[in-house]
């Protein structure tokens, strides 16, 4: 924890970044014989858990690069990783990519070398999550909110706010939320509870969830307090909750669209929905680590994760949007209307993921991410 807390600190002071970065791979040469990826669960698949869903295989048979995943379950987890070293790439989220660019821990790529760079979505192209002074340290993979999930036997109607997870009450059910409801754990949700905040306490002045004055900070632990004491668990692995919301009576929780997938292939009663207050979400860049072993056999796998096929299966697994629009039409797996079905509409309501820093763009001193990490342990804690 204090290496991870260290490299928080340094980007309070960093993100200035001197100069004119230059991607370091000039041309390809033969695969190595393997790639090692950090990835989030759900999203390399070889057919394991269904023969449907296996995009790893042809790669490995076309290229000759064994892929090898390590999964993570927070960004934090990923930051720490890709701080111990031995990784390729990693498919990191906005609150971990600027942070491996900050520590040095990754490099820009040359999209020169990715052929299927100019089919990303434009919206995506040089987002600012992963792209620094106009280089990228990273080609786009997937993208999607935080949905909240919920029973549908409890509730009739889906909810119209995020109020049952935030602040005591009783449900449809006739029985109280305290013990039956879930909040992600990992201090990026505090980025939940101010964009709560933004839609019920527009006096607090809250313009960006991720940019945060000390009154603004201080309100969104408070609201973080009051949820401590309805939470039954503090979730970060997907397949926990998975179980928890099949056995353990949990009824409403913020979610990605993996889990809700996941349970209603079980026929489980669950659905999703985005609330009033809208949704926090994710855009996730497989990112190329600075002192990769396996370089060719990284731009290999960027490249072939770009393609429509890979992305459409991506997204109908996992339940996100592709970052090829291509990618929406023509995919048995995801049909015509997955990427409907999924909220590719939705992009301009998402307030994606991105990590607080004290030098911010809508006010004049923000709250930076040490902070986050160190309170929000403590909000779990019960301080």
Not at 56 to 83: H, P, Q, R, Y
Not at 135 to 152: E, I, K, R, S
Not at 292 to 304: K, L, S, T, V
Request: proline share 5%.
């Amino acid at each position: 924890m204090n290496s991870f807390l260290k490299s928080c600190t340094a980007l309070t002071v960093a993100l200035a970044f001197s100069g004119q970065a230059i991607a370091q791979v000039k041309e390809l040469g033969k695969g190595e014989g393997q790639v090692n990826i950090v990835a989030w669960p759900g999203y390399i698949e070889r057919g394991e858990t269904d023969k449907n869903y296996d995009w790893v295989t042809s790669f490995e048979k076309n290229t000759g690069c064994k892929v090898n995943i390590k999964t993570a379950n927070t960004s934090d987890e990923m930051v720490a990783l890709m701080n111990e070293g031995g990784f390729d790439l990693v498919t990191a989220s906005g609150d971990a990519s600027l942070r491996l660019v900050a520590g040095k821990r990754v490099q820009p790529i040359n999209t020169d070398l990715i052929p299927s760079w100019n089919t990303v979505d434009d919206r995506l192209k040089d987002a600012p999550w992963f792209t620094v002074g106009g280089v990228h340290y990273g080609a786009p993979y997937q993208w999607g909110p935080n949905v909240l999930m919920y029973n549908t036997e409890v509730f009739k109607e889906a909810p119209k706010s995020w109020n049952v997870v935030f602040e005591e009450m009783t449900l449809p059910d006739g029985k109280p939320n305290k013990g039956r409801v879930q909040a992600y754990d990992g201090p990026i949700h505090i980025a939940d509870a101010a964009n709560y905040l933004m839609f019920h306490k527009p006096e607090l002045g809250i313009k960006d969830p991720y940019e945060l004055t000390e009154d603004q900070y201080k309100a969104a632990l408070d609201l973080l307090r009051v949820q401590r004491t309805l939470v039954g668990r503090y979730w970060h692995d997907a397949a926990i909750q998975v179980d928890d919301f099949q056995n353990e009576g949990v009824v409403a929780s913020g979610s990605w669209p993996y889990q809700v997938n996941t349970l209603v292939a079980a026929k489980k009663p669950v659905a999703s929905t985005i609330p009033q207050e809208g949704v926090t979400g994710w855009a996730d860049t497989t990112i190329l680590a600075a002192d990769a072993a396996h370089p060719n056999c990284a731009y290999m796998w960027m490249e072939h994760s770009l393609s429509p096929k890979v992305q459409g299966d991506v997204s109908a697994w996992f339940g996100s949007l592709p970052v090829v629009p291509a990618a929406c039409k023509g995919n048995e797996l995801l049909g015509e209307e997955g990427c409907k079905t999924n909220g590719y509409d939705n992009f301009e309501k998402i307030k994606f993921w991105k990590t607080p820093v004290s030098k911010c763009a809508t006010q004049d001193q923000c709250v930076p991410y040490y902070r986050w990490v160190s309170d929000y342990i403590g909000v779990i804690g019960g301080r």
